[in-house]
């Protein structure tokens, strides 16, 4: 904003007519510098709302999250993991690559192996509903690259 407005004052200072053509020229530059100026900062105002109402989903996220995974813990045996959501780290003691998936119909938390995936069906243990995935190589390898980060 100053820097437009000490644009404004060397036009002035100068004496440029504003009738003439490059005077025309000067004070529409100013005037499309001055209309970029607020739009710039309007953007900026909805950014920076946006990224609020962002923190404040992600927060409720991250309580619905733990409201259902505490929910899931209090349902299963505690030596049964079969069906948390495996934030609190209880990943079987092998090396092997785990994913979550939600079943559908009952909404639990089910861990898949490389294995399972590659076969592309499992049976939910909540419910027994069978799920089928349709994953080829490419996909499970994006997979295995986004659990990595």
Same mark, same amino acid.
């Given at each position: 904003?100053?820097? &437009?407005?000490?644009?404004? *004052? ?11 053509? #490059? @005077?025309?020229?000067?004070?529409? &530059? ?11 900062? #309007? ?8 990224? !609020?109402?962002?923190? &404040? ?7 619905? !999250?733990? %409201?259902? +995974? ?10 049964? +993991? ?6 609190? @780290? ?15 119909? +009952? @909404?639990? +938390?089910?861990?898949?192996?490389? !294995?399972?995936?590659? !076969? *592309? ?13 349709? %994953?080829?190589?490419?996909?499970? #390898? ?8």
């Amino acid at each position: 904003m100053d820097k &437009i407005a000490f644009l404004k *004052g060397l036009l002035a200072g100068q004496d440029t007519d504003s009738a003439s053509k #490059e @005077g025309k020229v000067y004070y529409a &530059i100013c005037e499309a510098l001055e209309e970029l100026l607020t739009y710039t900062q #309007e953007l900026e105002d909805r950014v920076a709302e946006l990224e !609020e109402l962002c923190d &404040i989903l992600d927060e409720d996220l991250g309580d619905l !999250e733990d %409201f259902l +995974c505490d929910e899931m813990d209090e349902d299963d045996d505690e030596d049964d +993991c079969s069906s948390c959501c495996c934030t609190s @780290g209880c990943m079987d003691d092998d090396d092997e690559e785990q994913y979550t998936a939600i079943c559908p119909t +009952c @909404g639990k +938390c089910i861990i898949l192996d490389e !294995e399972t995936l590659e !076969e *592309g069906e499992t049976v939910c243990p909540g419910c027994g509903e069978e799920l089928d995935f349709n %994953f080829d190589e490419l996909e499970i #390898e994006t997979l295995e690259a986004d659990s990595a980060e």
